[in-house]
């Protein structure tokens, strides 16, 4: 098993640009997660999604876009990238498991620079 | 609303030596608790959890964890410490069932766990 693919694992982007960053699990998991990490700010929510066809915002949405027309595929577009969007993007997913707690599934991250 | 204080950035430990890090949170009923390790440049591994039953979990490389409802604490502890535990820390909270909620975590800051000679 891969469990959770990010590509790619680094990338510089020009302020303005816009590019998607991809995700991707084999474990048939519903439920998936873009998370950025800064420093000092630990890890914060910015989309997620329940299941195939489904997404919602987290903590921090602006600026990012994401669809799930898949289980196994959840990609986080940046519409026009911004200097403050520089960032480590993790995607994670979990099954449902409402009742039982299932940990998540970590990527190894994107390292994502706007200049 | 759901939340997590980690309020050291940074424990520092002498190997051999227990260890202990701090976690408090904030929600409403009863929580689902987490810890996660991370390894530089890696994503979060999954450490162990509480949802029910005993207060003192174990989970993975020694590391175990104690639930203090009264104190809404979740302090993770390892009797003594290795070198190779130091690594980023982060506790995590998740509201129960039928609370209506996402159901997705939240996470602290992160406490940064040095680990020396």
């Known amino acids: 098993n891969a469990g959770v693919t990010q590509t790619p694992k680094f990338q510089v982007l020009k302020t303005g640009q816009s590019m998607t960053l991809q995700c991707a699990q084999d474990?048939?998991?519903?439920?998936m997660s873009w998370y950025r990490q800064d420093p000092g700010m630990g890890l914060r929510l910015i989309h997620y999604s329940v299941g195939a066809g489904i997404t919602d915002q987290g903590e921090v949405p602006n600026g990012y876009n994401v669809s799930r027309s898949t289980t196994e595929d959840f990609p986080l577009r940046l519409l026009s990238a911004a200097p403050s969007q520089t960032s480590v993007y993790f995607c994670a997913s979990s099954p449902a498991g409402i009742t039982t707690g299932q940990p998540q599934h970590f990527g190894d991250g994107t390292r994502l620079s706007i200049l | 609303a759901q939340s997590v204080a980690q309020p050291e950035d940074q424990v520092n430990v002498a190997e051999g030596n227990p260890l202990t890090v701090k976690c408090t949170y904030s929600v409403s009923g009863n929580p689902y608790l987490f810890w996660y390790v991370q390894y530089p440049n890696r994503g979060l591994q999954f450490l162990l959890k509480?949802?029910?039953?005993?207060?003192l979990v174990k989970g993975s490389y020694g590391f175990e964890a104690e639930f203090n409802k009264s104190q809404t604490s979740f302090h993770l502890k390892k009797p003594s410490a290795l070198v190779s535990d130091s690594a980023l820390y982060f506790c995590?909270?998740?509201?129960?069932?039928?609370?209506?909620?996402?159901?997705?975590?939240?996470f602290g800051r992160g406490t940064s766990l040095i680990v020396h000679p």
């Open positions: 509480y949802i029910t039953g005993d207060n």
């Open positions: 474990m048939n998991h519903e439920y």
């Open positions: 995590a909270v998740r509201e129960p069932p039928q609370s209506g909620g996402s159901y997705i975590p939240t």
